[in-house]
């Protein structure tokens, strides 16, 4: 295990700077971290799903000034736009309801009021999705989607482990904004990195199996969790600082 380290904090190590965010190597945080704007960046971390290239290529045809528009000017500039599972209302109402929450709170403290229980990366998550759907008001598959639903809790409350999804796009978020290194922006207070969980997807979860850290076979947030614990035996303090290594390992196929 001490080799599978040694690999894991040399790749850190190497892409750890600008070079890994280009059209040539193409990522959200492209996109995202042209912006201090935590309502912009959410918006870049939620359409992250997909081929790179073309998430990257959608984002960069979003005019986010619409997130102080009108609704009038929101409908009518977003009237034909669609990506994937959503379609041109889905859209809309994502970007009135960010303009409105943009108005009445920041994300950052709206996450603070269920992470302050307990440290819960995962209560802070619940909070700001369920509000984004109170304020939205509104049903969709592609929005559903989109937002991601509140997680699924079991009779005493308490959020399962297992029967949620791994929640990826809100976890690079959230490495995205309390993080801070070449690549991380790091623009939130008040949360610890060593609470972030690592944001699983389909490149991260076979890396991480191949390399003996998660023997779990079911892509689920147990395994998200599972990973991220096995990560704090390489870094206590930050164990999703291997994240974007092990992403691109699975995506460059080095393994």
């Known amino acids: 295990m001490n080799n599978i380290k040694e690999l894991l904090n040399k790749e850190v190590c190497d892409r750890n700077n600008d070079c890994e965010l280009s059209y040539d190597k193409p990522d959200p945080l492209l996109v995202a971290s042209r912006y201090s704007d935590e309502y912009i960046i959410l918006l870049c971390a939620l359409f992250a799903y997909g081929k790179a290239s073309l998430i990257v290529k959608f984002l960069d045809t979003l005019n986010f000034d619409l997130l102080q528009a009108s609704d009038e000017t929101i409908d009518k500039e977003l009237d034909n736009c669609y990506y994937r599972f959503q379609n041109s209302e889905d859209i809309k109402v994502i970007f009135k309801t960010f303009k409105r929450l943009k108005q009445s709170d920041s994300l950052n403290n709206i996450f603070l009021e269920g992470y302050k229980k307990d440290k819960s990366i995962l209560e802070g998550l619940d909070k700001v999705i369920t509000k984004i759907h109170e304020v939205a008001n ?113 995506q460059e196929k080095i393994l």
């Not at 207070?189 to 944001?199: A, Q, V």
């Open 138 to 250: 509104y049903k969709s598959q592609g929005f559903t989607f989109l937002v991601s639903s509140p997680l699924k809790r079991d009779k005493q409350g308490n959020i399962k482990e297992i029967g949620n999804a791994p929640y990826k796009r809100w976890n690079m978020f959230l490495r995205w904004m309390v993080r801070k290194d070449n690549l991380d922006m790091g623009l939130w207070r008040g949360i610890d990195k060593k609470d972030l969980l690592l944001p699983l997807d389909t490149h991260t979860f076979k890396v991480s199996q191949k390399l003996g850290l998660l023997t779990r076979k079911t892509y689920d947030l147990k395994s998200a969790i599972l990973i991220t614990k096995k990560l704090r035996e390489f870094d206590e303090e930050d164990p999703v600082k291997y994240d974007f290594a092990l992403y691109r390992i699975g």
